[in-house]
């Protein structure tokens, strides 16, 4: 069966400060992968997604980065955090075939201060 | 712009009564719908989906109803549970089309009260 798994689930980091969350698909290849961030009233918006090794889309522009350096392996990034990058990192994946459903990670909290 | 619409931030019922939560989209490309629900500090977790060749899918104590001409889906659940209580994402997205990401609604926080 497939897993999805994403750490840290908490991080509490000063302004200015780098950032690394890693995410990890076990038990299926090829897949698609995203990033979404939940922010208060915002819902869940969608930051960056790869169809595959080193391609990534960023959908908003913004102070983080994404890379892909393995099949199912994708990387959220930030060489300067920034306070309103505090919330609720989520990430997910999808076979490219099916018809649409998402399976997410446990989510990563980040408190910017 | 907001392809989805979920425009109840919150909503709240009583156990044993029937919730309804409701979305509204704009993109018309949209063929495929999505409702997941979340729990606090945890992941989504998919729910139920509709094709848009349908106009109802059930599967337990939730239904989903599509309305193509109105661009409005909505999910019932009946009779809701205290444990239903979560946040609720509505999602669209185009059958088939891989590499197309889904677009979420902002969510609609249901209370069911014991």
């Known amino acids: 069966s497939q897993t999805i798994h994403q750490w840290p689930a908490t991080l509490v980091q000063p302004v200015g400060s780098p950032l690394s969350l890693e995410c990890t698909v076990e038990?299926?290849?090829?897949?698609?992968l995203y990033w979404y961030r939940q922010a208060a009233g915002r819902g869940l918006q969608l930051l960056f997604y790869?169809?595959?090794?080193?391609?990534i889309s960023s959908e908003v522009p913004q102070n983080l980065s994404a890379s892909r350096p393995q099949d199912r392996q994708f990387i959220l990034s930030s060489k300067k955090l920034l306070l309103s990058d505090s919330g609720f990192y989520l990430c997910?994946?999808?076979?490219?075939?099916?018809?649409?459903?998402?399976?997410f990670g446990e989510g990563s909290r980040l408190t910017v201060l | 712009d907001q392809q989805v619409k979920q425009n109840s931030p919150s909503l709240s019922v009583q156990e044993g009564r029937i919730s309804i939560l409701n979305c509204d989209y704009t993109n018309s490309m949209f063929d495929y719908f999505l409702w997941y629900k979340k729990y606090p500090a945890e992941g989504p977790t998919f729910l139920i989906s509709i094709s848009s060749i349908k106009d109802k899918n059930e599967d337990g104590r939730f239904t989903v109803f599509l309305n193509k001409s109105a661009k409005h889906l909505s999910l019932h659940i009946v009779p809701s549970q205290p444990g239903d209580s979560a946040v609720y994402f509505c999602?669209?997205?185009?059958?088939?089309?891989?590499?197309?990401?889904?677009?979420f609604g902002k969510g609609t926080r249901l209370s069911v009260i014991a």
């Open positions: 999602a669209a997205g185009l059958r088939n089309s891989g590499n197309t990401p889904l677009v």
């Open positions: 038990g299926t290849s090829n897949p698609n």
């Open positions: 790869s169809i595959g090794i080193g391609q």
């Open positions: 997910a994946w999808k076979v490219k075939s099916n018809t649409g459903e998402l399976f």
